[in-house]
């Protein structure tokens, strides 16, 4: 049901055209959000904020964008008319570094280092949760053209956080199981949050006492040699790209194992292919994904 509009902070105004500018998701003829399941539920809350209806979500106007990619893990839209405002969304860790100020009591100030630890600890209990989070930005622009995109997403102004459920589906434990008894062992590569994956990873079974959880960021540091000696104690891998994911593939085959990798999308395929067996996804899975399982 659609809300008072005039009872919103200016902070919650701003997160939600942020999070309806800055999507890809679309209205199908029956009203309801097409698109990547994380989108569509931004989409959807900004209908039942009542500061979008379907008629202004169909009409958006996109001028310029920087569109999302694995290894920024932010996404970026240019919007609006006369004055215009590039809104960025994206992994809160992430955004957090480009921020230089934040709207607070509707007014745009420098972010101190209390705002940076207040938003990161709120990002750490939502994330224990097993919740994904996801954070907000802007920045005005003075061109309907995003200049300079290697450098454009910095000195932004952050918005605030939102946090979606995004839980296992039933079946999913009973296949970790399955995989398990037959000694398959099942590892998790994700793009989510550390705490986030691996409140997930120990609920479905994936992760328990006796292994390790780690970040990208962690493998850039090893050798392949550092890293063969890692991976039998690691099940959910973290905040990756594409080149950490064919560097766990490789490291295990180095190992004489055979490797199985399952994905969806385009950043999936390097390590797909790499794998001795490529799972492309069938329904959501993209065709560059399905092409390098095949």
């Known amino acids: 049901s659609e809300q008072d509009v005039s009872s919103h902070t200016p902070e919650l105004i701003e997160v939600v055209k942020c999070m309806a500018e800055c999507n890809d998701s679309n209205l199908d003829e029956n009203e309801k959000p097409i698109g990547d399941p994380t989108e569509t539920a931004l989409m ?92 907000f930005a802007k920045k005005e622009l003075k061109d309907k053209h995003i200049k300079d995109k290697e450098n454009a997403e910095k000195d932004l102004v952050f918005l605030g956080l939102c946090a979606e459920m995004d839980p296992p589906r039933p079946e999913a434990k009973d296949a970790v199981s399955k995989c398990l008894r037959a000694g398959i062992r099942p590892i998790m590569i994700t793009g989510d949050h550390k705490i986030t994956a691996s409140a997930i990873a120990g609920k479905l079974g994936i992760l328990d006492e006796s292994k390790r959880a780690i970040e990208g960021r962690e493998i850039e540091q090893l050798s392949d040699d550092e890293l063969d000696d890692l991976v039998d104690d690691v099940c959910v891998y973290a905040r990756v790209s594409p080149e950490h994911k064919v560097r766990i593939v490789d490291s295990w085959q180095r190992k004489d194992r055979i490797v199985a990798m399952t994905g969806d999308g385009v950043n999936d395929a390097p390590a797909i292919k790499s794998a001795d067996i490529g799972v492309g996804m069938g329904i959501t899975g993209t065709d560059v994904s399905k092409a390098a399982s095949d």
């Open 44 to 135: 959807d809350f900004a209908l039942h904020c009542g500061l979008y209806t379907s008629d202004s979500l169909r009409s958006r106007v996109r001028h310029d964008e920087i569109p999302f990619d694995s290894n920024r893990k932010l996404m970026s839209v240019l919007t609006g008319d006369k004055t215009y405002t590039m809104y960025t969304k994206g992994a809160p860790d992430v955004l957090l570094d480009r921020c230089t100020h934040i709207l607070l009591d509707g007014k745009v100030i420098k972010i101190t280092a209390e705002h940076k630890q207040q938003i990161l600890d709120e990002n750490t209990n939502m994330a224990n949760n097993a919740l994904r989070v996801l954070a």
